[in-house]
């Protein structure tokens, strides 16, 4: 009775303590982003139905962008919403909180994210025909975790949410833009690896989608930490 009455206050705190984390960091104007993100979806999805494009690679770039806006408002304004609610003050009075925190909440969105483009996917599938819905949701949530990562990254050095999405928007239609330079490498943060191009093997492209989705990973590895390591400066935050 004992192992099973832990079990359940165990399970109890858990469920209360991702039900909380959840209001803070999609509350405010995630709806927005939501509904934008939904939007560009289904504007996408209707004129892709009309198109005569590849299915993998309109898939590809159709969910990306929501994902994209999705994964925007929680890493960008999350450390905003703690200062603005005083709650950086509480995380700050409890040693090597924040960080728990944080990583907490990161892995939260990451997790609602994926199972938002695994929705998108899904009616992807049920509308286009056959697509591999799984791999496809786990391809694109290697930039967007790479994104999102990047723009906890940049809010604890701005400490702003409005600067830190100037920033993000200007890095993200950078990368946009480079794709023509940056084309089929593992260095392309966009790279749709469903599509093999014509003049290349199909092992080496293989290995080129492995690096980048690598490159992404460790990328994304060292903005949390860069970012875990900016919160540690406590009187900017305070201050």
């Known amino acids: 009775m004992t192992t099973r009455y832990k079990l359940t206050n165990t399970a109890t705190l858990v469920t209360s303590l991702i039900r909380y984390?959840?209001?803070?960091?999609?509350?405010?104007?995630?709806?927005?982003?939501?509904?934008?993100?939904?939007?560009?979806?289904v504007l996408f999805?209707?004129?892709n139905l009309a198109s005569t494009q590849s299915q993998s690679m309109s898939a590809f770039y159709l969910i990306l962008m929501p994902g994209i806006l999705l994964v925007f408002y929680p890493a960008t304004f999350g450390i905003q919403n703690d200062v603005s609610s005083r709650m950086i003050e509480i995380l700050f009075g409890i040693p090597n909180y924040r960080y728990k925190v944080w990583l907490f909440r990161l892995m939260l969105i990451f997790a609602v994210v994926f199972l938002m483009l695994l929705v998108y996917a899904l009616v992807y599938a049920l509308a286009m025909g056959r697509t591999p819905v799984l791999a496809l949701t786990m391809h694109?949530?290697?930039?967007?975790?790479?994104?999102?990562?990047?723009?906890?990254?940049?809010?604890?050095?701005?400490?702003?949410?409005?600067?830190?999405?100037?920033?993000?928007?200007?890095?993200?239609?950078?990368?946009?833009?480079?794709?023509?330079?940056?084309?089929?490498?593992?260095?392309?943060?966009?790279?749709?690896?469903?599509?093999?191009?014509?003049?290349?093997?199909?092992?080496?492209?293989?290995?080129?989608?492995?690096?980048?989705?690598?490159y992404l990973l460790v990328g994304s590895l060292i903005a949390i930490l860069w970012g875990l390591f900016n919160l540690q400066k406590r009187e900017r935050f305070l201050g």
């Open 140 to 214: 694109i949530m290697a930039p967007v975790i790479f994104i999102g990562s990047l723009a906890f990254c940049v809010s604890t050095i701005a400490r702003s949410g409005n600067g830190t999405a100037v920033v993000m928007v200007i890095i993200s239609l950078g990368f946009w833009l480079m794709q023509g330079q940056l084309g089929n490498t593992a260095y392309n943060p966009f790279l749709n690896p469903f599509v093999t191009p014509d003049d290349m093997n199909v092992a080496v492209w293989a290995d080129i989608t492995v690096k980048s989705r690598i």
């Open 21 to 41: 984390n959840l209001k803070v960091i999609f509350g405010g104007k995630f709806p927005y982003f939501l509904l934008a993100a939904t939007t560009v979806f």
């Open 45 to 47: 999805a209707l004129l």
